[in-house]
């Protein structure tokens, strides 16, 4: 089974930027979908990005499309996404999560592996 960790999450003000890490271990990097999800306080969780393995499909949702990046490193087995422009209804836990097939659809309940999540705040 794959493992990963996330990383990155932090107090940004309004209009900052950052990288989030997900570092993945136990199992074949190429072979998964790794996608962010975040959750906010009272919200449910929602897919944020995703990219293949490979690195040659990538996703973003609405509400971030157009300010961020989803790229991955196979080398290091690590998957990182830039997001540009926080704002305050960016504030959520960013979680990393993966799953081996390929699909249309981000809901939360067809990734089975998840790392433990990283808070990021943004100040207005």
């Known amino acids: 089974q794959i493992q990963l960790v996330e990383s990155g999450g932090r107090l940004v003000q309004a209009g900052g930027s950052l990288r989030l890490s997900c570092a993945a271990s136990g199992g074949v990097f190429s072979n998964y979908i790794i996608a962010w999800f975040r959750q906010a306080p009272g919200k449910e969780r929602e897919v944020v990005s995703a990219i293949s393995g490979s690195g040659f499909s990538r996703y973003f949702a609405a509400s971030v499309k157009g300010r961020s990046t989803i790229s991955s490193d196979s080398a290091k087995s690590t998957v990182y996404a830039q997001i540009d422009n926080l704002q305050p209804e960016d504030t959520a836990v960013y979680y990393c999560?993966?799953?081996?097939?390929?699909?249309?659809?981000?809901?939360?309940?067809?990734?089975?592996?998840w790392g433990q999540g990283t808070q990021v705040t943004v100040s207005s």
């Open positions: 999560a993966a799953r081996e097939y390929w699909g249309t659809k981000y809901e939360p309940n067809t990734f089975p592996f």
